[in-house]
């Protein structure tokens, strides 16, 4: 069955780096558009971030971008976000999902959770 | 500016039905959605697409108890036969050309 497995959440400084990774299984990777979403503690969700089948097509929400880079690696059906210059409002639980086209978020993460703090 | 507006909150009593509304904003009528279901300390979970003309395609597994409807700008999801588990957050989500959009969530209460 599909599984899609964050990880690399921690806690990390104002101003400190995080690399997440979402490992996919049960579905042919390279096939799907991937997407990073988060919510906040208490909050609703707010998508951060897409990757295309190739990686050649990558957009970002404005409130990260210049700081997250979003990645992705076919051969270990795996993809990744790295977040830079963190601050204290990136903390939230992030999820990895599935984009099926023109349907939706189709298949989410367990998330993992990133907390910013001094 | 795409926008979908949801209530914060809903109630309802076990057995019975209940309807949730997503408003898409202006000049955006004709825009799918997608319904997800985030149950209390779970990851969301999706549960279908609703066009516009209010045909729908479930999520694996969904039950025949959840249906979308549509009218206007409104999306709608019904929830029929309520069962204590229904009670979660449900958010819609709709896209763009490169930007992807979640209403606010609408909290469910069974009582």
């Known amino acids: 069955q599909v599984q899609l497995v964050e990880s690399g959440g921690g806690m990390v400084k104002p101003g400190g780096s995080l690399r997440l990774s979402c490992a996919a299984s049960g579905f042919t990777f390279s096939d799907y558009y991937m997407s990073w979403i988060r919510q906040a503690p208490g909050k609703g969700l707010e998508w951060l971030s897409y990757i295309s089948t190739s990686g050649s097509t990558i957009y970002y929400a404005d409130s990260v971008k210049g700081r997250f880079t979003i990645s992705r690696d076919n051969a270990k059906n795996s993809l990744y976000l790295q977040m830079n210059s963190l601050r204290a409002e990136d903390t939230a639980v992030y999820y990895c999902a599935r984009d099926l086209i023109s349907s939706g978020f189709y298949s989410w993460g367990q998330g993992t959770l990133v907390t910013v703090s001094s | 500016q795409l926008v979908l507006t949801q209530s914060p909150s809903a109630s309802a009593s076990l057995g019975a039905s ?19 279901q985030q149950q209390p300390e779970k990851g969301p979970r999706y549960l279908m697409k609703l066009n516009s003309d209010g045909s729908h395609i479930k999520g694996d597994g969904i ?10 700008a409104e999306r709608y999801l019904t929830i029929s036969s309520l069962q204590s588990e229904d009670e979660a957050d449900y958010y819609c989500q709709t896209w763009g050309t490169d930007i992807w959009v979640f209403g606010g969530g609408t909290k469910l209460t069974v009582l």
């Not at chain 2, 039950?63 to 206007?72: A, E, I, V, W, Y």
């Open chain 2, 63 to 72: 039950p025949d108890r959840f249906s979308g409807s549509s009218s206007g």
């Open chain 2, 18 to 36: 209940v309807k949730l509304t997503c408003t898409l904003s202006s000049g955006h009528n004709n825009y799918a959605i997608a319904w997800h």
